[in-house]
């Protein structure tokens, strides 16, 4: 149906959009679509992190990780303060 190139665009489209959702959820104080930004963001990244792995691109596989640790490190720092 979809060829893996187009898989993958669509798997970094959602990711960065959800990120954006997270970093515009977050700027206006919006606690539940805050979380689920962030749900959204860890299961498309683990989802994409493997795509891009199994189809041997890796420099974009560490790009999806840096994406869902700094969305991940910003919950667990910036939350508790």
């Given at each position: ?25 977050y ?49 667990m ?5």
């Amino acid at each position: 149906m979809f060829t893996k190139e187009r898989i993958i665009t669509i798997l970094e489209v959602l990711l960065v959009a959800s990120v954006i959702i997270y970093a515009v959820a977050y700027g206006t104080d919006s606690l539940y679509a805050t979380v689920y930004a962030a749900m959204s963001t860890f299961v498309l990244g683990v989802i994409a992190i493997l795509v891009t792995v199994f189809n041997r691109k890796f420099f974009l596989s560490i790009y999806n990780f840096l994406l869902v640790v700094f969305v991940f490190a910003h919950v667990m720092f910036f939350w508790n303060l």
